[in-house]
């Protein structure tokens, strides 16, 4: 979703998320920086924000094992 950003249908804490989810994977600064990782924290409480972490590790690590191994998706009938 790469123009999450310019939609204005995304409440503040699924921005909060996008906006985490991004920096996680992406690691341009290599960190998650900590304007980023401040309004997650405003949004979720810490286990909710463990359980946030985690799913974008897990689904960033299935990404890449996808890509690996040139996975194609099923077409769905």
């Known amino acids: 979703m790469p123009t999450w950003a310019e ?8 921005r909060a998320a996008l906006r985490l989810t ?20 405003k949004h979720f409480d810490p286990a909710e924000l463990s359980r946030l972490v985690l799913s974008i590790a897990a689904i960033n690590a299935l990404n890449r094992i996808g890509v690996s ?9």
């Open 7 to 14: 939609s204005p249908l995304f409440t503040a804490k699924e």
């Open 22 to 41: 991004e920096a996680i994977t992406l690691l341009t600064e290599g960190h998650v920086p900590d304007e980023v990782w401040q309004e997650a924290e």
């Open 69 to 77: 191994t040139r996975m194609v998706p099923a077409v769905a009938v």
